[in-house]
């Protein structure tokens, strides 16, 4: 049986609360609130890149696994915030893991959903026995434009997975739908992504997440209520939460990897620190469905069964939960100093 | 050991010698030491931490043999902040071990030419690159870490620590030599910007220009010259550079080690010494001082302070010239410090403590890695 | 300073210094906040610098988080930061840092 053997989340200390970015901008933060269902958002120090928080949740995912990091033969960092466009990441967090050198590697990027792609790849190298685990890791210090409604939610985090036998939930199926649609893009050299407004919700993050999770169900002959929990990727609170009403799946099964709300929108990272938090609760015998989404565009849906030995491994590392309530407020001054949005 | 004894002196003052180069300050307090002695050297050593960062320049022995006109061996030492005093020992020991009667310690910086933040960068060099310069620690943020453990094992408050500038100031008041003229208050030194907690700008040395420069004689010669100041000892020890691989943050080793030697080798104790030219790179070196040095209990050294025995008219006066507080160029100090005291043995000092017989000199590397300590003695 | 952006000195420091981030947790001996940073900190100042007690040895490092969690006696933890940036161009140095527990 093959799966995650072990997983691993990190969030940085400092927030930002909606209602400062909306003051600074002369926004109504109540509007903003109601229509984003999102209250703060992590920010990462200045010390802190898609590097850093690699370490520490690839570190934590380890400790989960209980094996020697050099029986992992591949590692794949996605992000969206890679400190270079040339260098990889994932060398930098393979030496500090002590993986190397007997490993394969290399970045990825599909906007947020480079993490769950980096999953699948792990899937097939273990599966075809090319590698007896992989280490698959979201990441990202997403920026938002100032002024713009992505910078409510672009947040900063990592989750990463060890793939592999042992597991703690086994993958039992995956799906993936993609297509070229230009919802959401950044061109080399420029600081801050650029968006189709509207265009980001039906012909986009709707489209996919539908059709992957439809194609999830079809595959695997499984209902949304044979499911105890359900993660969508969360650009927002609303675009998950009206995800699962037009699936069918009911709301509660939504709530615990719905941490969007909390941390903000941490791209690469994001719905699988929402699977993060459903895996620090879960029990044995209980059913995951996750969809991610990644805009340019595409969605890669997974079917996982929790194992009995969640129970033991869980506590090896701190829970999301953990990471969550370590906070300290910053204000909109010290937020842009940190995020270098000052131009020097 | 053959005798010893300081010939002649000179110094530049210390200060932003915006005009003058590393050359010109080597000049002229080379050339006022040699007409001070009126014998020249048959040996010059160069004490100076970092003319190679500062100015480009390496190679010192021959540039300063060059400046002063004299076609002699001439070897650049260098041992952090403590070069000048290394560059002492060195002609001491060239003269101890007969090849030679007389020699010359010159020690000079010129540390201005570099913007502060460059020249922070390159004073860092004098701490252990590898382990502390590398996660950002500045010099100032090395004996930071020692004040706070100190502050917080012995009780000292922050006013307490200010009192050493506050006494150095007011020394070097009347100094001719030295960078700063001016009094300040405890409530100046706590109202000063931190430079890193717990230490205050002026709680720091300033960034200085200077040089200064001794000749010394064997007996035979130095009873030719106008009042020698015998050296009674010049003793030097080391401890780990980076300061967490020392036994205790808040003792230097190397000054306790350094020191027995010297009282041993002059066979004196510390009640015999009657002033100390100490280096007070930051006010808490002052203050370790006076317990490596023996003068207090470690942990006891702020009662010195407080009942006024370190000040003048005091039993042990430190720093009567106003300290490194009043000007350290890097290289120089060690041997201003021993201008200072051979002035005080002469009796023509601007502080003169009364019936001056015996002093002492204690010239730091790095945070206490390299320490000299040094006795002398007037020849009355 | 040149020796700041040398790539041969820095990946090999590196090699030693990524292995602290398994140590275990530690104790400040002693901290002090670095406010006048030299060249290339700047942007990081104001930051705690630490002596700390981990495992058989002392090490000297930074100290992440809010600066009034640093107290001498504090238990810290091990993580992983960037330690220098080398401007927009150059290679990026990564060490361990202490954060309180």
Request: proline share 4%; net charge neutral.
């Given at each position: 049986?093959?799966?995650?053997?072990?997983?691993?989340?990190y969030?940085?200390?400092?927030?930002?609360?909606?209602?400062?970015?909306?003051?600074?901008?002369?926004?109504?933060p109540?509007?903003?609130?109601?229509?984003l269902?999102?209250?703060e958002?992590?920010?990462?120090?200045?010390?802190?890149?898609?590097?850093?928080?690699?370490?520490?949740s690839?570190?934590?995912?380890i400790?989960?696994?209980?094996?020697?990091?050099?029986?992992?033969?591949?590692?794949?960092?996605?992000?969206?915030?890679?400190?270079?466009?040339v260098?990889?990441?994932?060398?930098?967090?393979?030496?500090?893991?002590?993986?190397?050198?007997?490993?394969?590697?290399?970045?990825?990027?599909?906007?947020?959903?480079?993490?769950?792609a980096?999953?699948?790849?792990?899937?097939?190298?273990?599966?075809?026995?090319m590698?007896?685990?992989?280490?698959?890791?979201?990441?990202?210090?997403?920026?938002?434009?100032?002024?713009?409604a992505?910078?409510?939610?672009a947040?900063?985090?990592?989750?990463?997975?060890?793939?592999?036998?042992?597991?703690?939930?086994?993958?039992?199926?995956?799906?993936?739908?993609?297509?070229?649609?230009?919802?959401?893009?950044?061109?080399?050299?420029?600081?801050y992504?650029?968006?189709?407004?509207?265009?980001?919700?039906?012909?986009?993050?709707?489209?996919?997440?539908?059709?992957?999770?439809g194609?999830?169900?079809?595959?695997?002959?499984?209902?949304?209520?044979?499911?105890?929990?359900?993660?969508?990727?969360?650009?927002n609170?609303?675009f998950?939460l009206?995800?699962?009403?037009?699936?069918?799946?009911?709301?509660?099964?939504?709530?615990?990897?719905?941490?969007?709300?909390?941390?903000?929108n941490?791209?690469?990272?994001?719905?699988?620190?929402?699977?993060?938090?459903?895996?620090?609760v879960?029990?044995?015998?209980?059913?995951?469905?996750?969809?991610?989404?990644?805009?340019?565009a595409?969605?890669?849906?997974?079917a996982?069964?929790?194992?009995e030995?969640?129970?033991?491994?869980r506590?090896?590392?701190?829970?999301?939960?953990?990471?969550?309530?370590?906070?300290s407020?910053?204000?909109?001054?010290?937020?842009?100093?940190?995020?270098?949005?000052?131009?020097? | 050991?053959?005798k010893?004894?300081?010939?002649?002196?000179?110094q530049?003052?210390?200060?932003?010698?915006?005009?003058?180069?590393?050359?010109?300050?080597?000049?002229?307090?080379g050339?006022?030491?040699?007409q001070?002695a009126?014998l020249?050297?048959?040996?010059?050593?160069?004490?100076?931490?970092?003319?190679?960062?500062?100015a480009?320049?390496e190679?010192?022995?021959?540039?300063?043999?060059?400046?002063?006109?004299?076609?002699?061996?001439?070897?650049?030492?260098?041992?952090?902040?403590?070069?000048?005093?290394?560059?002492?020992?060195?002609?001491?020991?060239?003269?101890?071990?007969?090849?030679?009667?007389?020699?010359?310690?010159?020690?000079?910086?010129?540390?201005?030419?570099?913007?502060?933040?460059?020249?922070?960068?390159?004073?860092m060099?004098?701490?252990?690159?590898e382990?502390?310069?590398?996660?950002?620690?500045?010099?100032?943020?090395?004996?930071?870490?020692?004040?706070?453990l100190?502050?917080n094992?012995?009780?000292?408050s922050?006013?307490?620590?200010?009192?050493?500038?506050?006494?150095?100031h007011?020394?070097?008041?009347?100094?001719?030599?030295?960078?700063?003229?001016f009094?300040?208050?405890?409530?100046?030194?706590?109202?000063s910007?931190?430079?890193?907690?717990?230490?205050?700008?002026?709680?720091?040395?300033?960034?200085?220009?200077?040089s200064?420069?001794?000749?010394?004689?064997?007996?035979?010669?130095?009873?030719?010259?106008?009042?020698?100041?015998?050296?009674l000892?010049?003793?030097?020890?080391?401890?780990?550079?980076?300061?967490?691989?020392?036994?205790?943050?808040?003792?230097?080793?190397?000054?306790?080690?350094?020191?027995?030697?010297?009282?041993?080798?002059?066979?004196?104790?510390?009640?015999?010494?009657?002033?100390?030219?100490?280096?007070?790179?930051f006010?808490?070196?002052?203050?370790?001082?006076?317990?490596?040095?023996?003068?207090?209990?470690k942990?006891?050294?702020?009662?010195?302070l407080?009942?006024g025995?370190?000040c003048?008219?005091?039993?042990?006066?430190?720093?009567?010239?106003?300290?490194?507080?009043l000007?350290?160029?890097?290289g120089?100090?060690?041997?201003?410090?021993?201008?200072?005291?051979?002035?005080?043995?002469?009796g023509?000092?601007?502080n003169?403590?009364?019936?001056?017989?015996?002093?002492?000199?204690?010239n730091?590397g790095?945070?206490?890695?390299?320490?000299?300590?040094s006795?002398?003695?007037?020849?009355? | 300073?040149?020796?700041?952006?040398?790539?041969?000195?820095?990946?090999?420091?590196?090699?030693r210094?990524?292995?602290?981030?398994?140590?275990?947790?530690?104790?400040?001996?002693?901290?002090?906040?670095?406010?006048?940073?030299?060249?290339?900190?700047g942007?990081?100042?104001?930051?705690?610098?630490a002596?700390?007690?981990?495992?058989?040895?002392?090490v000297?490092?930074?100290?992440?988080?809010?600066?009034?969690?640093?107290r001498?006696?504090?238990?810290?933890?091990?993580?992983?930061?960037?330690?220098?940036?080398?401007?927009?161009?150059?290679?990026i140095?990564y060490?361990?840092?202490f954060?309180?527990?």
């Amino acid at each position: 049986m093959i799966g995650i053997a072990g997983y691993g989340s990190y969030v940085p200390r400092y927030r930002i609360k909606a209602e400062e970015i909306a003051r600074v901008w002369g926004q109504d933060p109540e509007n903003i609130k109601n229509s984003l269902v999102i209250e703060e958002k992590s920010v990462p120090d200045i010390d802190e890149d898609t590097i850093t928080m690699s370490v520490e949740s690839g570190k934590n995912a380890i400790a989960r696994a209980k094996i020697d990091p050099q029986a992992i033969g591949a590692l794949f960092v996605g992000s969206e915030s890679h400190p270079y466009v040339v260098k990889p990441s994932g060398t930098v967090v393979a030496e500090a893991l002590n993986i190397t050198p007997e490993l394969m590697l290399a970045d990825f990027e599909f906007a947020c959903k480079a993490g769950t792609a980096a999953i699948q790849c792990c899937l097939g190298l273990v599966k075809s026995g090319m590698v007896e685990y992989g280490l698959a890791i979201g990441s990202d210090t997403a920026q938002g434009k100032p002024g713009d409604a992505l910078e409510y939610t672009a947040a900063a985090g990592s989750a990463a997975f060890v793939i592999g036998k042992n597991p703690l939930a086994t993958i039992d199926e995956t799906y993936s739908y993609t297509t070229d649609t230009p919802d959401f893009w950044r061109r080399e050299g420029e600081s801050y992504p650029r968006h189709g407004a509207r265009f980001t919700g039906e012909p986009a993050y709707f489209r996919h997440v539908i059709a992957a999770t439809g194609g999830l169900l079809n595959k695997t002959g499984m209902e949304p209520k044979d499911f105890d929990y359900v993660v969508f990727h969360m650009p927002n609170g609303k675009f998950p939460l009206a995800a699962a009403k037009k699936l069918g799946f009911a709301k509660e099964k939504l709530m615990q990897g719905l941490i969007v709300k909390a941390i903000g929108n941490t791209y690469s990272a994001c719905s699988l620190l929402g699977l993060c938090s459903v895996l620090d609760v879960a029990k044995p015998g209980q059913r995951i469905l996750l969809t991610s989404f990644g805009s340019g565009a595409g969605s890669d849906s997974f079917a996982l069964t929790v194992k009995e030995c969640i129970e033991e491994k869980r506590g090896l590392a701190p829970l999301l939960q953990a990471y969550v309530e370590k906070k300290s407020y910053i204000d909109y001054a010290n937020y842009v100093r940190l995020r270098k949005k000052l131009k020097m | 050991m053959r005798k010893i004894a300081v010939v002649g002196i000179g110094q530049t003052k210390s200060g932003e010698h915006w005009g003058s180069s590393l050359r010109d300050l080597a000049k002229e307090a080379g050339k006022a030491a040699l007409q001070d002695a009126g014998l020249n050297p048959q040996a010059l050593f160069v004490g100076n931490m970092s003319a190679g960062r500062f100015a480009g320049q390496e190679h010192l022995g021959a540039l300063v043999a060059d400046t002063l006109g004299l076609r002699v061996p001439s070897t650049r030492v260098e041992g952090a902040c403590a070069s000048g005093a290394l560059a002492f020992r060195k002609a001491c020991l060239a003269i101890a071990s007969g090849r030679y009667d007389v020699a010359m310690a010159l020690g000079v910086e010129k540390m201005t030419d570099l913007p502060t933040e460059e020249a922070v960068t390159s004073l860092m060099a004098a701490g252990d690159q590898e382990q502390e310069a590398s996660v950002g620690l500045t010099f100032s943020g090395v004996f930071a870490l020692i004040a706070n453990l100190y502050m917080n094992r012995y009780k000292l408050s922050r006013e307490e620590l200010a009192l050493i500038p506050v006494k150095n100031h007011k020394n070097g008041v009347n100094n001719p030599y030295a960078q700063f003229n001016f009094e300040v208050t405890v409530d100046d030194v706590l109202k000063s910007p931190l430079i890193a907690d717990p230490l205050r700008l002026l709680d720091c040395s300033p960034i200085s220009d200077g040089s200064a420069a001794v000749v010394l004689a064997s007996e035979a010669f130095a009873r030719q010259c106008k009042d020698p100041v015998w050296v009674l000892a010049s003793e030097q020890a080391t401890d780990a550079l980076a300061l967490q691989n020392r036994k205790d943050l808040c003792t230097l080793g190397s000054v306790v080690q350094a020191s027995k030697e010297a009282y041993a080798r002059a066979g004196l104790a510390p009640k015999d010494i009657d002033l100390v030219e100490a280096h007070d790179c930051f006010s808490i070196a002052e203050l370790l001082a006076y317990e490596d040095l023996g003068f207090s209990e470690k942990g006891w050294g702020k009662e010195l302070l407080i009942s006024g025995e370190v000040c003048i008219g005091g039993s042990i006066p430190f720093n009567p010239s106003g300290g490194l507080k009043l000007g350290h160029p890097v290289g120089a100090t060690g041997i201003k410090q021993i201008n200072e005291v051979v002035k005080q043995l002469r009796g023509c000092a601007a502080n003169q403590i009364r019936g001056a017989r015996t002093g002492m000199t204690q010239n730091l590397g790095g945070s206490g890695a390299t320490a000299v300590v040094s006795i002398f003695r007037g020849d009355a | 300073m040149p020796h700041r952006s040398s790539v041969p000195l820095k990946w090999r420091q590196s090699r030693r210094n990524y292995q602290k981030i398994h140590a275990g947790t530690g104790t400040i001996l002693s901290f002090t906040i670095i406010r006048t940073a030299p060249a290339g900190f700047g942007s990081c100042a104001p930051y705690a610098v630490a002596v700390i007690a981990v495992g058989n040895e002392n090490v000297t490092a930074q100290v992440v988080g809010p600066l009034e969690k640093v107290r001498i006696g504090a238990e810290v933890m091990p993580v992983f930061r960037k330690m220098f940036e080398n401007g927009a161009s150059g290679v990026i140095e990564y060490a361990t840092k202490f954060e309180v527990l």
